[in-house]
């Protein structure tokens, strides 16, 4: 049987040293493999096309067949590794942390070196201190990476 772990590797050994890195890896029972990769600088067709080859190509399909895609994971997708976070600074996210709370704001900052964790400025209307009507405050949320469920890029349309 195909495992994960072995993929992983084989897809680790061809990127090793380029701007590419895994994002997640899945191996159904009948051999469906699926390959999300991820880029610094983006990720070409031609980048999916190497890597589907070399895994490809280090699998024996007389010794087990199987099917194999690989792919970005998608605009729609839950960001998995702190690595993808760095691309969508300045944009929108969406957070659900693990106590339940929902946060939504502007990705400011992101930490990878040591502990991992994200800056997120948010902004709120609150009543004026002296007179009628509200001021916007801005806040920033420094959130550790461990205590977050699931972060979503917000597409703007």
Do not use: W
């Amino acid at each position: 049987m195909i495992t994960k772990e072995q993929i992983a590797a084989l897809v680790n050994e061809k990127i090793a040293g380029t701007h590419l890195f895994l994002v997640d890896v899945k191996v159904s029972t009948a051999n469906k493999i699926e390959i999300f990769l991820d880029g610094d600088d983006g990720l070409a067709i031609s980048d999916c096309v190497t890597v589907s080859r070399h895994v490809e190509k280090s699998l024996d399909r007389e010794a087990e067949d199987f099917s194999l895609e690989v792919s970005s994971p998608g605009a729609t997708v839950p960001l998995k590794i702190a690595r993808q976070y760095l691309k969508h600074l300045g944009r929108d996210i969406e957070i659900s942390m693990a106590d339940g709370q929902i946060l939504t704001g502007k990705l400011v900052n992101i930490n990878v070196n040591g502990k991992e964790e994200i800056t997120i400025e948010t902004t709120k209307r609150e009543q004026k201190p002296i007179g009628k009507g509200k001021v916007t405050v801005i806040e920033t949320q420094t959130l550790d990476l461990k205590n977050i469920k699931e972060s979503k890029v917000k597409l703007k349309f």
